[in-house]
């Protein structure tokens, strides 16, 4: 399987735009007058004195503060969102990291973000949401995402045949024994492979920022807490049956030197990590495979050498098309829109010719609500 050498572009001027008001935000909790609350606050929670410890620690969307309390070990840490970066109040919605990057580095309004108290019933309704995100970023995205025609329109087609296969239900078995629609399937017969969960759960917990960095230890090294839970919902159980996407500790879209690198060194690591699994299964026994028929080790070697790995982290990450080999990225549209219904070939060539007009002035769109909801509805055909 080979992939397009890189990730989806984010728009770069809501980025810089971004930056400046994370600046801004970050000298606001940096004024002593502020760091006094957070002094005062602690105080108030321990009955006793306490003292700041510099320097502030930044992170991705927090700020650290330690506080040393009189007469009290180990330090005080406390976590407070960056008023820029954090977009949703934390007792809001559930929220996926794919949905805030958009929000906040994309510019998609969010009156498309699917309603906050909907919920779904069937995993196939999740995959369909999830592919209507990414033709969202199509439309909203102003800058930075296509740099033709001929890439505007694979990213058309890609996100089009994407959402149709989650609607038949396609992608949520596809590198299980179900799957009988793939090109994979007549490589590894689906007999071999094991089944695919129940499409109407049970559901499992999961969380797109769970990763190395957010688990603490203890000093035996045993798991003492998991931290920032952010990103966490309730999501298909495909998710949790993908080896982690964390074992290398960067993202495969910001991997030196691209995705094809990524995907080697993965590979070459990955027999550590089943084998670790392996041996933790034996220890325990056969009841730990719960639910599931088979051991939770062998769904994930399947899912690596189906491919359905990257299918799970296009879904609910950041999107990646598939590239033929032999096929330049320029005619590979040649080659799938036939695959395409008759609307949404017609729709094409003038959303391809809108798009590629209103990129010639960057700028920041601000997005009216009765207008956005038509723009995307026209493409979702509904």
Partial sequence: MIFYDGQEELDNLVWDKNDENS??????????????????????????????????????????????????????????????????????????????????????????????????????????????????????????????????????????????????????????????????????????LSPCPSNSG??????????????????????????????????PTQFILDPPWWLLLETAEMWSPDLEDWRQTYESRLGIWLSSMEKAEASVGTPTYNTFPVPLSRYMRESWQTGRFFLSYAAHERFFGDLDPGVSKHDLWKTLIDLLSDDERAAMEPFVQRKMAEGKERRIVEWDETEAKKRFSELLFN
């Fill in 23 to 192: 600046e801004a935000a970050q000298n606001q909790l940096r004024l002593k007058t502020f760091c006094r609350q957070v002094e005062e606050f602690v105080q108030h929670r321990f009955g006793k004195p306490t003292t700041l410890i510099s320097p502030l620690i930044f992170g991705g969307f927090n700020v650290l503060y330690r506080v040393q309390v009189e007469e009290m070990s180990p330090d005080v840490m406390v976590r407070l969102p960056c008023p820029s970066l954090v977009q949703f109040p934390v007792a809001g919605r559930p929220l996926s990291h794919n949905m805030t990057d958009m929000v906040r580095l994309a510019n998609i309004p969010r009156c498309i973000l699917p309603p906050e108290s909907q919920t779904y019933t069937v995993a196939d309704e999740w995959y369909t949401v999830l592919a209507e995100m990414h033709i969202a970023q199509l439309v909203f995205q102003h800058n930075d995402l296509v740099t033709s025609e001929d890439d505007c329109r694979n990213k058309y087609i890609s996100r089009q045949i994407f959402r149709r296969l989650a609607r038949n239900g396609q992608l949520s078995s596809f590198g299980f024994s179900e799957d009988t629609w793939s090109s994979q399937s007549s490589r590894i017969l689906p007999e071999t």
């Fill in 202 to 235: 049970p559901f499992r917990l999961w969380g797109d920022d769970l990763r190395a960095g957010n688990i603490l230890l203890d000093d035996s090294d045993q798991i003492a807490a998991l931290i920032d839970w952010e990103y966490t919902y309730v999501g």
